[in-house]
Nanobody
Framework: QVVLVESGGGLVQAGGSLRLSCAASGRTFSTYAVGWFRQAPGKEREFVAA????????NYADSVKGRFTISRDNAKNTVYLEMNSLKPDDTAVYYC??????????????????WGQGTQVTVSS
């Protein structure tokens, strides 16, 4: 079992910044990557960013590239998502997910095995 707990969500003004954290515990061995997905009301859950656990390779959705930065602290079993220049359409529930698949960089939900409960991010105009 792997448990992921997100934190750091909240309400911010457009153009502001927010930092999300994802703490992993349990059987985190054999982890290929940890990623972030988001789901806005009435929309499908979409890929945001991911980072490989060992090498730190990153992958970003085009919609957030240049604005969001994913990073990890292996010693703390924690992954971060720094969100800058936030827009109202960034509003969503953000989920942390862990992949034990070598296909993690495809950004597809099916290759992520464990999920957190999500944290709400609301960007007002």
């Amino acid at each position: 079992q792997v448990v992921l707990v997100e934190s750091g969500g909240g309400l911010v003004q457009a153009g502001g910044s927010l930092r999300l954290s994802c703490a992993a515990s349990g059987r985190t061995f054999s982890t290929y990557a940890v990623g972030w997905f988001r789901q806005a009301p009435g929309k499908e859950r979409e890929f945001v960013a991911a980072i490989s656990w060992s090498g730190g390779n990153t992958n970003y959705a085009d919609s957030v590239k240049g604005r969001f930065t994913i990073s990890r602290d292996n010693a703390k079993n924690t992954v971060y998502l720094e969100m800058n220049s936030l827009k109202p359409d960034d509003t969503a529930v953000y989920y942390c997910a862990l992949s034990k698949s070598p296909a993690w960089d495809r950004g597809l939900r099916n290759f992520y095995n464990y999920w957190g409960q999500g944290t709400q991010v609301t960007v007002s105009s």
